[in-house]
C-alpha cells in the first residue's frame, strides 16, 4: 500500500520560569501559531493569546503576568515521537516580543520568542580571562570555528550570566576546519562573532531545543556544530505538477542584479585587498560582475578569503530563490523527514517556464498552525549555495 | 441534542431559577409560564476542520476535524393561560425577569449558567457553563404574542446528563462504561499523598504523568489531591480549606496527555488513587 499521509502532529506550548517551573500551557487558548527553523539563524516562535484571559494575564509569584517579555522561556513541543518523547520538543526560547492591542471590547496579545541565539547578540566577546577586547580586537589563531564559538559561550556564561546553550557534548560537536586567523573587533558581539564564524563557509550551527528540567544549570538548547549541516534525503520530493503533486504553491525566482563572479575583498580599515578570486565559467556566460568589500572590523586575511570564497559560491550564478509551500499531509514531515540543511529533490514540469528537477538545500521551515492544530510549511525557503557534502 | 421542546426546561442562572414549560407534580401545566417557540429553537454544534485542495490534481485533502461547542438558538414567548398570551402588567413582569436571567447570564463569571431537561424515557440532562450569545430586542407577532430570541453558548461540543458519576480506579486497571455519544473529557482526582503517579487510558495510549520532583511542582499530603480539568488542560491542587494552588508544573508535558473518555469501555490503569468524575454526554 506505501506509505499513508502523515497525520499533522499536534502542538503544545507552554510558558515556564527560567528555572523551568511550568508557569501555564497555551493549549486551547493561542491562535497564529508559527515556528520557523532557520539554518544558522535564531529558531522564532509566534503566536496570539486573549489578553484578558487568566491563563496568561494573573500575575506570577514574582508580580508579572504568566505571558511576561523577558524572564520566561516558552516551550513548544510537538506530537511526534521523536526519540522516544509523546511530545517532542521542538522550540525552547524567551519570549522577547509581548505586544498587547484592544480595539473596542477585545485586547489581543502578540508574542515572538527566539532562541536563546538572539541573546548572544547582547553579549560582548571575551577572552577565557573575561576581559573584553581592545583596540586590538580579539584575535584567534589557528583554531576551528568549533572551539572558537564554544569560547565565546563558555566566557559569556562565566562572566556574563546564563546562555541558557549546552556546549557540552549533549549535542553533536564535530570538528570543522581550522581558520587561519580571524578578528573580532572591540564591541562586536557574541552573536555577531558567530555570524561571522558561519560567513567563513567553515561551519554550520544548529540550537536543538531540549526539555530538561533535572540539570543544573538550565540549559534550553543544544549546540551543535557541523562543517556543513543537513545530508541527501533521497526519500524526501517536492513536486508541482509532476508525480507526487505535494507542493500546493511554488516559487523559482532568478535574480541576476546580484551575480557576483570577481570578488576582492578589503581586510581591516583602509586594508589591503585579498586576492582577486574569480569564476571564470561565470564570466565567460554572463561577463564580468565584480564585487568589492570592505571588512573594517576583521583584520584576519585568512577570514576575509574565506568568506570571499563562500561569498563566490553561493553568488556567482546570481541569486536563485525558490520558495515551496508543500501540501500539508501529503508532503513529506518537517523536522522529521527534512531539517534545514538538507538536500531534498525539487520538480516542476515546464509549465513553470523552467522546468526542476534540482536538488536544493533547505535554509528556512516555516511552520504554520492553524487553529484546527492543522501544521502545515508555508514557504520553504531554499538555498542554491554551494554544497561540498556527499 | 435537544428533539422535544414541550416538557419543562429549568434555566439556572445568577440570577436565580427560571421555569419554563412549568408542570405540577401530575404533569399538567401551571400558568402563567415560559414556553417554547419549538418551530424556532433549534441546538446544536458546528464542525471544524481544514480542507485544502489537491495540487494540480483531483481530489482533496482532509485535516482533522472539531467540533465547536455547543450553541442553542432560542426563542421563548410568555404565556398567561393555555389560550391567553401575557399582556399588560404580567407582560412586563415576566418580560423583565426573563431578560434579568440574560442579562445574568451574560456577565455570569462563576459559572454556574446552566439549562436542564429531561427528554422522554432518559435521565435529566444538562447544557452546562452556558453564557449569553447574541440576543435580539422582543417582538410581537400576529399582534398577540411577544417573543424573545437569544442564543446560549457552551465551550462543551456535548450536552451531559445531569447525574454525575464517580469511578474510582485506585492503583489498578478498571473500565469505565460511557453509553453516550461523544468524546467526554473527565475531571479526575488524584488523592495524597503520592510523589508521582501515572493515569494511563490503555485503549487510546496516552498517559496524564505526574512528578513532585519537577520544578515548582507541589507536594500533595495526606489530606490533599489534585484535580485535573482534561478539558481545560490544567491541574489544581486542592488542599483542605479548600486552598487551591497550581499543579500544572508537576505534569510531564513531554508524555502527558489530557485524554477523553469515549463510548463504550474505556480501559483505564492507574498507581493511584484516582477518582473520575464523568458525566454521560451526547452529541
Known amino acids: 500500500m506505501g506509505d499513508r499521509f502523515y497525520d499533522s502532529p499536534d502542538w503544545r506550548f507552554a510558558i515556564t520560569t527560567q528555572e523551568l517551573e511550568t508557569i501555564t500551557l497555551l493549549d486551547r487558548l493561542a491562535s497564529n501559531r508559527t515556528v520557523t527553523v532557520t539554518l544558522n539563524a535564531p529558531r522564532i516562535h509566534e503566536g496570539q493569546v486573549p489578553s484578558d484571559n487568566p491563563k496568561v494575564n494573573i500575575p506570577w509569584t514574582d508580580g508579572y503576568a504568566y505571558l511576561s517579555e523577558g524572564d520566561r522561556f ?15 520538543c521542538r522550540f525552547a526560547g524567551i519570549p522577547m516580543l509581548v505586544a498587547t492591542s484592544a480595539q473596542q471590547d477585545n485586547a489581543v496579545t502578540r508574542y515572538v520568542a527566539y532562541d536563546p541565539r538572539q541573546m548572544m547578540f547582547k553579549r560582548p566577546v571575551r577572552d577565557a580571562a573575561g576581559v573584553l577586547p581592545t583596540s586590538d580586537g580579539l584575535t584567534f589563531t589557528a583554531q576551528t570555528g568549533r572551539d572558537i564559538l564554544i569560547a565565546l559561550l563558555d566566557a559569556s556564561e562565566t ?29 562586536c558581539t557574541v552573536g555577531e562573532a558567530w555570524a561571522e564564524l558561519e560567513a567563513t563557509g567553515t561551519i554550520d550551527t544548529v540550537l536543538t531545543p531540549i526539555w530538561d528540567v533535572f540539570t543544573a544549570p538550565v540549559k534550553i538548547v543544544w549546540l551543535e ?35 557576483e563572479n570577481a570578488i576582492r575583498y578589503h581586510y581591516g580599515q583602509g586594508g589591503d585587498a585579498a586576492a582577486t578570486i574569480d569564476d571564470v565559467a561565470s564570466q ?17 586575511q585568512a577570514a576575509v578569503e574565506l568568506m570571499a570564497e563562500k561569498a563566490l559560491l553561493a553568488a556567482t550564478l546570481g541569486k536563485r530563490t525558490v520558495v515551496v509551500s508543500p501540501s500539508p499531509q501529503r508532503a513529506k514531515q518537517p523536522l522529521i ?31 504554520q498552525i492553524d487553529d484546527n492544530g492543522t501544521e502545515s ?14 | 441534542m435537544i428533539y422535544e421542546w414541550d416538557g419543562p426546561f429549568l434555566l439556572t442562572t445568577p440570577f436565580g431559577f ?78 423583565d425577569e426573563l431578560r434579568g436571567h440574560l442579562f445574568a447570564l451574560l456577565k455570569d463569571t462563576q459559572g ?94 496516552v498517559v496524564i504523568e505526574y512528578d513532585d520532583s519537577l520544578p515548582g511542582a507541589p507536594t500533595i499530603g495526606a489530606n490533599d489531591y489534585l484535580e485535573i480539568d482534561t478539558f481545560r488542560n490544567v491541574a489544581t491542587k486542592v488542599a483542605p480549606g479548600p486552598v487551591l494552588s497550581d499543579g500544572i508544573a508537576g505534569i510531564y508535558l513531554n508524555s502527558s496527555d489530557f485524554f477523553p473518555l469515549v463510548p463504550g469501555l474505556n480501559n483505564i490503569t492507574t498507581d493511584c488513587d484516582a477518582r473520575f468524575l464523568v458525566n454521560q454526554a451526547y452529541m
Open chain 1, 377 to 390: 510549511v508555508n514557504g520553504l525557503l531554499f538555498t542554491d549555495e554551494g554544497w561540498v557534502g556527499s
Open chain 1, 159 to 187: 562572566y556574563d550570566g546564563p546562555t541558557f546553550i549546552d556546549t557540552t557534548s549533549s549535542g553533536e560537536l564535530n570538528d570543522t576546519d581550522v581558520i587561519p586567523e580571524i578578528v573580532f573587533q572591540q564591541g
Open chain 1, 74 to 88: 516558552i516551550f513548544g513541543f510537538r506530537r511526534d515521537g521523536y526519540l522516544g518523547d509523546t511530545w517532542s
Open chain 2, 112 to 205: 454556574v449558567g446552566r439549562m436542564t431537561w429531561t427528554p422522554t424515557g432518559y435521565n435529566t440532562r444538562m447544557i452546562d457553563d452556558i453564557q449569553l450569545g447574541p440576543i435580539d430586542n422582543p417582538k410581537i407577532i400576529d399582534n398577540v404574542r411577544t417573543q424573545q430570541e437569544f442564543t446560549l453558548d457552551s465551550p462543551f461540543p456535548y450536552t451531559m446528563q445531569e447525574l454525575q458519576q464517580e469511578e474510582i480506579i485506585n492503583n489498578t486497571t478498571g473500565a469505565i462504561g460511557m453509553s453516550g455519544t461523544a468524546w467526554f473529557m473527565p475531571v479526575i482526582k488524584v488523592y495524597g499523598p503520592f510523589s508521582t503517579f501515572s493515569i494511563s487510558h490503555d485503549d487510546l495510549g
Open chain 2, 18 to 95: 427560571l421555569d419554563i414549560n412549568e408542570e405540577d407534580g401530575s404533569g399538567n401545566p401551571v400558568f402563567p409560564r415560559y414556553q417554547w417557540a419549538p418551530v424556532s429553537c433549534s441546538v446544536g454544534w458546528q464542525s471544524r476542520l481544514t480542507r485544502s485542495e489537491v495540487p494540480a490534481a483531483d481530489g482533496s485533502i482532509l485535516g482533522k476535524g472539531f467540533a465547536s461547542g455547543v450553541e442553542a438558538q432560542l426563542v421563548l414567548e410568555p404565556w398567561e393561560t393555555a389560550e391567553q398570551p401575557a399582556c399588560g402588567a404580567l407582560l412586563t413582569e415576566m418580560m
Open chain 1, 337 to 367: 523527514d527534512y531539517l534545514p540543511g538538507d538536500r531534498i529533490a525539487v520538480a516542476a514540469s515546464a509549465n513553470l517556464l523552467e522546468a526542476m528537477d534540482t536538488t536544493q538545500r533547505v535554509l528556512s521551515i516555516p511552520i
Open chain 1, 225 to 259: 556544530t557541523y562543517p556543513q549541516a543537513g545530508i541527501v534525503r533521497d526519500s524526501v520530493h517536492m513536486a508541482w505538477d509532476k508525480p507526487g503533486r505535494n507542493v500546493i504553491a511554488i516559487d523559482n525566482q532568478r535574480d541576476g542584479s546580484g551575480r
Open chain 1, 284 to 300: 565567460a556566460r554572463f561577463g564580468t560582475y565584480f564585487a568589492e568589500k570592505f571588512f573594517p572590523g576583521q583584520t584576519a
